[in-house]
């Protein structure tokens, strides 16, 4: 759609400048500064509520998580990230992602690579803060990790100091209802194997009812401290109402990912307000994000969906700023407390046990056997996509021509609109403006593979071997608050953006792993009675998310049990209406 008016020509991704004067922008794909933006809500921060399935694994298994994260509910609200991060006993963090939230609650799987070693670990949940100055409460839950190939497990659990069978500690009283709000029950105590379970969930009548939990059937020996101890409280988390003594206000972050930063004065270090930068992505299509910094120099850029799983290049809108400005980037997950082992766990399995996980953990690897499913749920993304233009004014393919050697004679014998040449020790870009017949005052935008590239000298060695194909938009183009003397995009055969900007002044950010929604999918046996693959299953079944609505009073999950004999703890988790963690068990036994 192209609609004429005072001799300026708007696209749907940017506006062509003629005439001397410039039409209105497009609405600016800028981020605002401070408290302006509308998405931002303001409450007590108390910590999340996290659980797992259970809380021994094998490096090559998946860890599934549930959390419910404080704050109000808001319907149909969109935009909500729960930081989720393992992190070893040595402080560092080795798995960290981004879960999108669904009326107050995020839940998934991680995966555990080979490569782990044994040791205690932590998991923690918690949301990013926009106030200066506030750290987020995470929730923290330890775990323990056996490596698959680690046969020295004697000398680990011996040097661990944590205690050992009988000795584990019991649960702490005050995370217990005063009184029982839900009872759980199951239609038999013993089951053969590949038998259906049925466990019934009731509540009790009176005003403070559950409104959230999670539920695992998991061996016994998978758990690292006995029943009775299952609460928030032996997790290492903070009272989950916010009686924590670090309790405070902090605003939360909406409206989906961010990268935060700020820009200072390489001079004087000093806060460089008012600053132009650009967020660029690697990819087919040229891609751009806008933002100017605050009066303090921070600044941000929201996230959408084309950035999912990728590196994103931030740098100066004015190469010039490149050599006067230093940009620094906030990592939101370092800004979690240190990690604090032993708080949680009580006790460790014996090397017996851990063996026997072991030898699991291989059997399913060798049969290919996988229960991990992927769920449809929210995505942490806004839909949309940032292009800096829609098509080109030309295109030029390097190959149907003689080979060139470098960049400026590609310019010079095969883009005739564009010109390179040296001044002194500098090197000039140019480029002709097609409504007026003359070059631009000012240098053209380059790109390459997607990423803005700030000096021409970065990619002047570039051949018509590296080359695929240069677009040529050599109109005045103006971008929300950006304005362009032109576009050069280059597609390079040869990535060669990565050389480009392993180097000098080109700020490289890491994008989080989004973690999907996921559960397990225990076998249907009904559905298929004939299946003959070993199951082996750990967890026989994990809920990550069961709502009750008030009133409700009975739920029944059904699953079945596997070939693994032996002890099995069905435990449910949650907060009830008044905000009060509960935790309620049985055993039952497969033969």
């Given amino acids: ?63 599934y998580f ?31 992602g981004i879960a999108a939230v669904d009326r107050g609650y995020a839940w998934g799987g991680i995966y555990l690579d ?28 330890e775990v323990m990790i056996a490596n698959r190939f680690d046969s020295d497990m004697d000398e680990f659990i011996k040097s661990s100091g944590y205690l050992k069978g009988n000795e584990r500690r019991s649960h702490d009283p005050k995370y217990t209802p005063e009184e029982p709000n839900i009872r759980i029950s199951s239609n038999r105590k013993r089951y053969g194997t590949r038998e259906p379970v049925i466990i019934s969930l009731e509540t009790e009548p009176h005003n403070e009812y559950p409104v959230w939990a999670s539920l695992s059937a998991a061996r016994e020996e998978t758990l690292l401290w006995c029943p009775d101890g299952i609460s928030a409280g032996e997790h290492g988390s903070p009272d989950p109402k916010g009686n924590s003594s670090e309790r405070h206000q902090h605003t939360a972050i909406r409206g ?58 931030i740098s100066p809108q004015t190469p010039e700023m490149s050599g006067i400005c230093s940009i620094t980037l906030n990592d939101e997950f370092d800004t979690a407390p240190p990690y604090i082992p032993g708080r949680g766990i009580r006790a460790l399995p014996s090397t017996e046990t851990i063996k026997k996980s072991q030898d699991i953990t291989t059997i399913n690897k060798l049969f290919g056997i996988s229960l991990h499913h992927e769920k449809p749920g929210p995505d942490p993304w806004q839909f949309r996509r940032p292009l800096l233009y829609s098509r ?67 990619i002047i060695h570039l051949g018509s071997q590296d080359i695929g194909v240069i677009e040529v938009h050599n109109y005045p183009w103006r971008y929300g608050d950006a304005e362009f003397s032109g576009i050069i995009s280059i597609k390079s055969t040869n990535e060669a953006y990565l050389d ?92």
Wanted: aromatic share 10%; proline share 8%; charged share 20%.
């Fill in 114 to 141: 080979d490569t782990l070693s044994t040791g205690i670990y932590q998991i923690i949940c918690f949301e990013g803060t926009a106030t200066a100055g506030v750290s987020p409460i995470p929730s923290g839950r």
């Fill in 256 to 313: 989906g990912l961010q990268i935060r930063g700020m820009a200072r004065s390489n001079e004087t270090g000093a806060p460089m307000p008012g600053l132009g930068l650009f967020l660029t992505m690697a990819g087919e299509m040229v891609n751009l994000y806008h933002t100017v910094t605050c009066s303090n120099g921070t600044f941000s850029f929201v996230l959408n969906d084309y950035h999912e799983t990728s590196q994103v290049y």
């Fill in 500 to 591: 480009v900007t392993s180097s000098g002044p080109y700020i490289v950010a890491d994008i989080p792993e989004v973690i999907p929604r996921s559960t397990i999918m225990p076998p249907a046996y009904e559905e298929d009675p004939e299946r003959n693959d070993p199951d082996f299953r750990q967890t026989l079944y994990w809920e990550p998310e069961i709502i009750f609505s008030y009133g409700e009073e009975k739920k029944e999950l059904r699953f079945y049990s596997g070939d693994l004999a032996g002890t099995y703890i069905v435990k449910v988790e949650g907060l009830s209406s008044f905000g009060n963690p509960f935790s309620e068990y049985l055993k039952i036994v497969v033969e």
């Fill in 392 to 458: 080109p004014a030309n295109r030029v393919f390097p190959e149907n021509f003689i080979p060139l050697d470098n960049l400026m004679e590609i310019a010079r014998e095969l883009v005739p609109q564009w010109q390179m040449r040296y001044r002194g020790d500098r090197l000039v870009s140019r480029l002709v403006n097609s409504r007026t017949g003359t070059y631009f005052d000012d240098a053209p935008a380059l790109f390459l593979d997607g990423v803005h590239i700030m000096r021409p000298e970065d």
């Fill in 1 to 63: 759609m192209i609609i004429k008016k005072n001799f300026c020509i708007l696209l749907l991704t940017g506006v062509i400048l003629a005439g001397g004067r410039a039409a209105e922008p497009p609405a600016p794909l800028i981020s605002t500064c401070g408290n302006e933006d509308p998405k931002e809500i303001t409450s007590n921060f108390p910590v999340p509520v996290l659980y797992t399935d259970r809380d021994i694994y094998i490096a090559g298994e998946y860890l």
């Fill in 66 to 96: 549930s959390a419910k994260l404080p704050g109000p509910v808001i319907p149909g609200e969109t935009g909500r990230l729960a930081f989720i991060a393992l992190r070893g006993s040595g402080g560092n963090t080795v798995k960290k």
